[in-house]
């Protein structure tokens, strides 16, 4: 039971990252509390410093300066973020092929067959993996090894900042005895709700529970996670990207808050085409289109509706949209986002397209798209763009409007939607 070689599940996490990358790359952003999230007025991450501080994501803009005035707040410049991020994978790809990007700052692999090759056991690895983080990027990561993936994130989480946690079968129950049953991984509010009603409030006492009560009460996903618990594999790392989609949206938040009615309709109509631009990219069409508002006082109202055909055409989507947008509409109501969404996905390869909808009118669309996507990827976001989202320069500027410092000094060859060359910066000398 014992066997070294069957806690090779790694979880790696960074810290912080997006304010982690802002102090990588400004040293004199280091040590001092940072938030990013300033073109939403909303903390979309937060440096452990602020963190200290009760600073966290989420939080109010507004409120967190209450708590500490000197707050360093910047833009969100994802475009960094995401180059900062391959380079993390890429690092991770040193010590094994078989790697999951998670999310942005968060991948799996699976070591097995790894402490061989690097001669080491795996708190040697997770040290080598976050030395290598640290000196060629400048960012902290916390690292979890153990049996499962389950178990593997509850480790990277265990010692964080800049910590580490290799959990082996025999001290399973230590672990879990420690772990809140709201804090395991697949365990949501309403899973934690019932489990505590019956007086489980620990990882170790829900992995005590007979598995047809699990099943009866939590299904098969709460049965799966109480089998990772228990140092049972049954997440299986996802090595090939994702390449079919259910569904797509697009969002986005504006500064200040608008009753202008051609600004909120361009606002969404840009939404709109970016979602449709990325069915297109993933060789995708839709079958059903949705749109929310969302007023300056949070309260939201959307719609959707079935598109006449399957398509990734903008000019048979914007109708709908249009319709959609004035049965939400309400005048004089101040609105603060849009967001479109895109449902009933099929992939182009897996679908029949009916001898009678592949019209000469309906390919010329085609070849129409193709070269509008071909200069916007070449040229930058909505170069070519609906005549309507002219209106969208109706919005006075706002600070939040302030692009991130990177997009003011690119590098040649780059365009501001699209950085291609990591700006590193070495970490502080220990
Ligand atoms: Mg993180």
């Given at each position: 039971m014992n066997s070294p070689s069957d806690c090779t599940i790694l979880h790696v996490d960074a810290d912080g990252f997006f304010a982690g990358v802002e102090q990588a790359l400004n040293p004199a952003l280091r040590g001092r509390p940072v938030v990013t999230g300033a073109e939403r007025g909303i903390i979309a991450a937060a440096s452990y410093e602020a963190k200290a501080l009760g600073i966290k994501r989420g939080l109010q803009l507004h409120e967190a300066r209450a708590l500490y005035p000197d707050l360093a707040v910047l833009p969100s410049d994802y475009e960094t973020y995401s180059l900062y991020s391959q380079r993390l994978f890429s690092i991770l790809r040193r010590f094994t092929p078989n790697v999951e990007e998670y999310s942005i700052d968060e991948a799996f692999a699976d070591l097995q067959g790894c402490d061989k090759l690097l001669g080491c056991a795996q708190e040697r690895v997770a040290e080598k993996l976050r030395d290598?983080?640290?000196?060629?990027?400048?960012?902290?990561?916390?690292?979890?090894?153990?049996?499962?993936?389950?178990?593997?994130?509850?480790?990277?989480?265990?010692?964080?900042?800049?910590?580490?946690?290799?959990?082996?079968?025999?001290?399973?129950?230590?672990?879990?005895?420690?772990?809140?049953?709201?804090?395991?991984?697949?365990?949501?509010?309403?899973?934690?709700?019932?489990?505590?009603?019956?007086?489980?409030?620990?990882?170790?006492?829900?992995?005590?529970?007979?598995?047809?009560?699990?099943?009866?009460?939590?299904?098969?996903?709460?049965?799966?996670?109480?089998?990772?618990?228990?140092?049972?594999?049954?997440?299986?790392?996802?090595?090939?990207?994702?390449?079919?989609?259910?569904?797509?949206?697009?969002?986005?938040?504006?500064?200040?808050?608008?009753?202008?009615?051609?600004?909120?309709f361009a606002e969404a109509l840009k939404n709109m085409a970016a979602a449709l631009a990325k069915l297109r990219r993933h060789r995708h069409l839709a079958r059903e289109i949705g749109l929310c508002l969302r007023a300056q006082d949070y309260t939201a109202q959307a719609a959707a509706a079935t598109l006449p055909a399957l398509t990734a055409h903008d000019s048979e989507a914007a109708p709908l949209?249009?319709?959609?947008?004035?049965?939400?509409?309400?005048?004089?109501?101040?609105?603060?986002?849009?967001?479109?969404?895109?449902?009933?996905?099929?992939?182009?390869?897996?679908?029949?397209?009916?001898?009678?909808?592949?019209?000469?009118?309906?390919?010329?669309?085609?070849?129409?798209?193709?070269?509008?996507?071909?200069?916007?990827?070449?040229?930058?976001?909505?170069?070519?763009?609906?005549?309507?989202?002219?209106?969208?320069?109706?919005?006075?500027?706002?600070?939040?409007?302030?692009?991130?410092?990177?997009?003011?000094?690119?590098?040649?060859?780059?365009?501001?939607?699209?950085?291609?060359?990591?700006?590193?910066?070495?970490s502080n000398p220990v």
């Open positions: 290598a983080v640290r000196t060629e990027m400048g960012l902290t990561v916390s690292v979890g090894i153990s049996l499962t993936k389950t178990l593997a994130k509850l480790c990277s989480k265990f010692r964080k900042p800049d910590g580490q946690t290799v959990l082996r079968r025999e001290h399973l129950p230590i672990m879990l005895r420690r772990t809140p049953i709201d804090k395991v991984w697949g365990i949501g509010p309403a899973s934690a709700a019932k489990l505590l009603a019956r007086g489980i409030t620990t990882a170790h006492a829900f992995t005590l529970m007979e598995a047809a009560s699990v099943i009866k009460l939590l299904h098969k996903p709460g049965y799966e996670t109480w089998l990772e618990l228990q140092g049972r594999q049954v997440f299986k790392l996802e090595l090939n990207p994702k390449t079919e989609y259910a569904s797509m949206m697009k969002g986005h938040t504006f500064s200040p808050p608008s009753a202008e009615q051609h600004l909120v949209l249009r319709q959609l947008f004035d049965r939400l509409f309400v005048p004089a109501q101040n609105y603060r986002s849009t967001m479109v969404w895109l449902g009933g996905l099929v992939p182009v390869s897996g679908c029949q397209m009916d001898l009678f909808q592949n019209t000469p009118p309906r390919r010329l669309l085609g070849h129409l798209d193709q070269a509008v996507d071909r200069l916007n990827l070449r040229y930058g976001q909505n170069t070519v763009a609906p005549a309507a989202l002219m209106d969208q320069q109706l919005k006075p500027w706002h600070p939040r409007d302030a692009a991130p410092e990177r997009f003011r000094q690119t590098y040649r060859g780059e365009r501001l939607r699209h950085l291609a060359i990591p700006r590193m910066t070495l």
